[in-house]
């Protein structure tokens, strides 16, 4: 029972670096809410709050989706850093550009 009521909330889908679960029929991953929860330190509630599209068992299954794939969904979270990281070296930003010609 427990997993057809994840079922329910969880879907997983084809993304640009693999598959991704995320709640059904929104655009949230199962990891933006895991960092929401887990990392940020908000509430299911505050959650629902700042996302009003998503129900509080929408929040509360893709916690137990994390739990149940800890492991998958941090080594995730750790390549989105790493990727996020690889791009801002790469890509300056204008004001980045300005400072060092102001600079050098």
Same mark, same amino acid.
């Given at each position: 029972m427990t997993a057809d009521v994840i079922q329910e909330h969880i879907e997983i889908v084809d993304g640009a670096l693999g598959p991704k679960a995320r709640i059904a029929g929104h655009r949230i991953r199962v990891l933006d809410v895991a960092i929401w929860h887990e990392k940020l330190g908000l &509430? /299911?509630?505050e959650i629902v709050e700042q996302h009003p599209e998503i129900t509080l068992a929408d929040v509360y299954a893709a916690l137990a989706y994390y739990w149940d794939h800890q492991n998958e969904i941090e080594d995730a979270?750790?390549?989105e850093r790493s990727l996020a990281a690889e791009l801002r070296a790469k890509i300056a &930003? /204008?004001?980045?550009?300005?400072? @060092? @010609?102001r600079i050098g």
């Open positions: &509430s /299911p509630d979270i750790q390549k &930003s /204008p004001l980045m550009e300005k400072l @060092r @010609r």
